[in-house]
């Protein structure tokens, strides 16, 4: 089984339907937020955007824990917002992508709603002119995230299997 990386932009609710994929799915669950490195929290919390060299070591801790559950499978949240990012998870192991899809609107929305989280609303318009939608050749799927979040997981478990 692949893992399974919840992706999208900050705000489409990965750590919502992670969670609940995970235990739907019967496997663990990690979320991006924590293999952050101190210096890249604090830089979004004061409004900078992470530079694709802030986003490696980030990104290379998440494709060792895809790595480690290869066997067994997981689910892990993560922005993944390009290409690249994507690769880079995948030479950790075999993963599905499942990207949470939702319009500027939407996700604002949602971020301004939002409390306790390091990632301000001002950073949407940066992470939304990074995202590279899945390619025809990538595994996985996209979602609308207006979808009730139930249904959002039971597609994504039929699909990711």
């Not at 559950?69 to 030479?91: E, I, N, Q």
């Not at 390619?135 to 990711?160: H, K, Y």
């Amino acid at each position: 089984m692949a893992v399974v990386v919840v992706m999208g932009v900050s705000g489409s609710g990965k750590t919502t339907v992670g969670t609940a994929l995970a235990e739907r799915l019967g496997v663990p669950y990690a979320e991006a937020d924590e293999f952050h490195p101190k210096a890249n929290i604090d830089k979004m919390t004061s409004g900078v955007p992470l530079t694709d060299a802030d986003r490696e070591p980030w990104l290379r801790a998440i494709a060792a824990w895809v790595g480690e559950r290869a066997a067994d499978g997981g689910v892990v949240t993560c922005s993944a917002l390009k290409r690249p990012y994507r690769d880079l998870l995948r030479a950790g192991g075999p993963a599905w992508f499942l990207h949470l899809h939702g319009s500027p609107e939407v996700i604002a929305s949602r971020m301004a709603g939002r409390t306790g989280h390091f990632m301000p609303p001002s950073l949407l318009a940066s992470q939304l002119a990074d995202l590279e939608p899945l390619g025809a050749d990538e595994p996985g799927m996209t979602v609308d995230v207006t979808r009730p979040v139930a249904e959002i997981v039971a597609e994504a478990a039929s699909a990711a299997r």
